[in-house]
């Protein structure tokens, strides 16, 4: 079956704009992650879903970053006001059930440039 | 809150040789650990992974890794690498005790010599 899709794969925006990312998980799977992963850097934790709920949003890094799944599939990430230091690659994973135990599937990640 | 230390940003072996990449955690209680490789333009791919038992575990493309408590490790070796290995490998602990999401180390890039 497919995997974890994202789109789009490359986005290039300018300061101060406004952008959407967006996830389509592997369908069945109820939970869903977004990590941020910086130039030579490990992924790093933003917002888990559980269904349409996020269960965990503490590595969310402002107020600018807001993630919604509003039926419990397809997740977008949306970033406010964007800055030079949000350019990064946006991974989206996503799992059968919640993260203990369960293995989570990755997809190839946006790749965001903020000029 | 847990962490994870890479101490390795790139490794060089050659072809056939063998493979060691380290991995040490920090975190109070049994940890859940992982290893993840990454290949230009591919998804983060689980290789294995140790949630409790045996603390040698076999993953997948002839990879496997070593639980020691006592160092705080959980170094992934390979017997005979091959070219196509060739990759970011991430090392990452999940806090058992906690929201199990798990925190990457900074990866360690592989490079194979023909």
């Known amino acids: 079956g497919a995997g974890v899709s994202q789109t789009p794969s490359n986005k290039v925006t300018e300061k101060g704009k406004y952008v959407e990312l967006r996830c389509d998980p592997i369908?069945?799977?109820?939970?869903l992650y977004w990590y941020r992963q910086s130039l030579g850097q490990g992924p790093e934790f933003l917002i888990y879903?559980?269904?349409?709920?996020?269960?965990?949003d503490s590595g969310l890094p402002n107020d600018r970053f807001f993630a919604v799944r509003p039926e419990g599939s397809v997740s977008t990430l949306k970033i406010q006001r964007t800055e030079r230091g949000d350019s990064a690659v946006y991974l989206c994973?996503?799992?059968?059930?919640?993260?203990?135990?369960?293995?989570?599937?990755f997809g190839p990640g946006t790749r965001l440039t903020v000029l | 809150a847990q962490s994870v230390t890479q101490p390795d940003i790139h490794i060089t072996v050659s072809e056939g040789a063998s493979l060691e990449l380290r991995c040490n955690y920090s975190?109070?209680?049994?940890?859940?650990l992982f290893w993840y490789v990454q290949s230009p333009g591919q998804g983060l791919q689980l290789l294995l992974k140790?949630?409790?038992?045996?603390?040698l575990v076999q993953g997948i493309k002839g990879f496997e890794a070593e639980f020691k408590r006592s160092q705080s490790s959980f170094n992934l070796r390979k017997p005979s690498v091959h070219w196509s290995d060739a990759a970011e490998y991430f090392c990452?602990?999940?806090?058992?005790?906690?929201?199990?999401?798990?925190?990457f180390g900074r990866g360690t890039s592989l490079i194979v010599h023909p």
């Open positions: 994973a996503s799992s059968f059930a919640g993260p203990s135990y369960n293995e989570q599937f």
């Open positions: 369908s069945g799977h109820t939970a």
């Open positions: 879903f559980q269904g349409t709920g996020a269960a965990d």
């Open positions: 975190y109070g209680a049994t940890p859940y």
């Open positions: 140790y949630f409790s038992g045996d603390t």
């Open positions: 990452a602990v999940g806090a058992s005790g906690g929201s199990y999401i798990p925190t």
